[in-house]
């Protein structure tokens, strides 16, 4: 609920292990909400939902360690370098240096960039950081909120590979986009959310 009034309504829909979902709709309709209720970050109004079996009413808390979000916001601390901010999201899942090294140079933000704070970064930077940061948690499910917006061409042919990879090792994904070419290609399932419900849902084009 936002200023008295429901966000989501009628917003019935399952997402199986493995799965590549995109969510489509104009702007207002409630696909941020929806990835924000699914990472345990909005209270569940009405109604009943679960992800990993745990209760969105009641169980929040123990849903978010298994979740990556990356929203519009970045999520990065500028007065930390690369490194520093992909160490400190990895550590809240346990992650091993090795394993932020890795996420480092798979993302390309290794070498110089590494070491670079990053309020310094341009945009297409900060982007591939924070992917970085999901990386290194290892998330169950990650959800994305237009991922690649701010990347290059390189980077976004990346950052594809990355997802794939991601559901091939056990995890899902939902994204919210508009470049609908681009994240339909990777979508098993689009899911149209408009008005705050779940409109339809058909394979991709």
Not at 64 to 73: A, I, K, S, T, Y
């Given at each position: 609920m936002i200023g008295g009034f429901p966000v989501l309504a009628g917003a019935t829909m399952s997402v199986a292990v493995g799965e590549i979902v995109l969510l489509q709709g104009p702007n207002g309709a409630g696909k941020t909400s929806l990835l924000r209720l699914c990472a345990g970050l909005l209270p569940i109004a009405?109604?009943?939902?679960?992800?990993?079996?745990?209760?969105?009413?009641?169980?929040?808390?123990?849903?978010?360690?298994?979740?990556?979000?990356?929203?519009?916001?970045?999520?990065?601390?500028?007065?930390?370098?690369?490194?520093?901010?992909v160490a400190f999201w990895g550590s809240t899942a346990g992650a091993t240096s090795a394993e932020v090294e890795a996420a480092v140079t798979r993302l390309g933000v290794d070498g110089r960039l590494r070491d670079v704070m990053v309020v310094k970064l341009s945009a297409g930077q900060k982007r591939r950081t924070a992917l970085a940061c999901l990386v290194a948690r290892r998330a169950e499910l990650w959800l994305l909120d237009e991922p690649h917006a701010g990347l290059d061409a390189a980077g976004r042919d990346e950052l594809d590979t990355v997802l794939r990879q991601a559901v091939d090792s056990g995890a899902t994904v939902l994204v919210a986009s508009h470049e609908l070419e681009r994240a339909g290609s990777l979508a098993h399932r689009v899911v149209e959310v408009v008005a705050g419900q779940v409109h339809e849902v058909e394979p991709p084009s």
């Open positions: 009405r109604g009943t939902g679960s992800v990993f079996g745990f209760d969105l009413a009641t169980q929040r808390d123990s849903i978010r360690p298994r979740v990556g979000m990356l929203g519009h916001r970045n999520g990065l601390y500028g007065d930390l370098t690369v490194a520093e901010n």
